[in-house]
Structure formats: C-alpha cells, structure tokens
C-alpha cells in the first residue's frame, strides 16, 4: 500500500487523529505524503491544535466540501 493509500484509509473515518498516530500509520515524513495528498491529489485535509498543543488531522466532511465550492 502506498503512503498516500495508508493516509486516506487512517482518515477515511472522519476522526481526528493526532501526528503521533499519523507518524505510527503513514511514516515520520507524513507531512509530505499530506502535501502531495492536498496539492496533486485534491484531498481536503483539516488541520487543529488539540488541547495538548499537539496537532490533529481529519478528512473534511462531505457538508463542507460542498459549502466551499
């Protein structure tokens, strides 16, 4: 399976999920596998700061794609 595969089955559910999942699920260079996810792959990706200050990644929700475009 490929990293950008690995990425979207991890976020597929919708959830949050923290860098220390996504460096366990994907690879520590995960941030790269999100850039090439988002910029050649259109895959729309939410970025919070969780109450820990560390960050947490989620697909955004079908209801807010459709109310950006």
Not at 41 to 62: D, N, P, T, V
């Amino acid at each position: 399976m490929t990293k950008i595969e690995q990425l979207a089955v991890l976020l597929s559910d919708g959830e949050w999920h923290s860098t220390s999942e996504l460096v366990e699920q994907v690879g520590h260079r995960f941030s790269a596998t999100m850039h090439v996810a988002v910029h050649q792959h259109q895959y729309q990706i939410e970025k919070r700061r969780s109450q820990s200050y560390q960050f947490e990644y989620r697909f955004l929700a079908k209801e807010k794609l459709a109310d950006k475009k």
